[in-house]
């Protein structure tokens, strides 16, 4: 398993995550600039390797991210990481900035 290179941090926020077309309600556990990790809700099963897509909004912010993202784990029937693919370098930096206040706040 590779070695986490960025920060992360826990979160509660509701997510669409978008599987073969179709969007699915997901829930971010925690994140980071590379990916995130999720609570499935209902959908059917993603194998590992799988590619989708995703999109959310962080807390106190108006941006709609979306990009794509491929499962590279799942943990026991309802978690999955998700390592973001060609992430927009807006998006990655609202990410980092979202990340960076959260940690500030926490000391």
């Keep these: 398993m590779a ?3 960025n ?3 826990p979160m509660d926020l509701y997510i669409n995550k978008v599987v073969n ?3 699915h309600l997901a829930v971010v556990q925690n994140i980071s600039r590379d990916g995130l990790y999720l609570r ?3 959908e059917p099963q993603t194998p590992p390797g799988a590619h989708l897509a995703v999109e959310f909004m962080l807390p106190n912010s ?3 991210i979306w990009t794509e993202a491929e499962l590279v784990h799942e943990r026991g029937e309802a978690g999955q990481g998700l390592h973001f693919i060609d992430l927009a370098p807006r998006f990655a930096r609202s990410i980092e900035q979202f990340i960076e206040s959260e940690l500030n ?3």
């Design 21 to 23: 077309g179709v969007p």
């Design 105 to 107: 706040a926490a000391g």
């Design 62 to 64: 108006e941006e709609l």
């Design 7 to 9: 920060r992360r941090v």
């Design 40 to 42: 499935r809700i209902l």
């Design 3 to 5: 070695i986490r290179q």
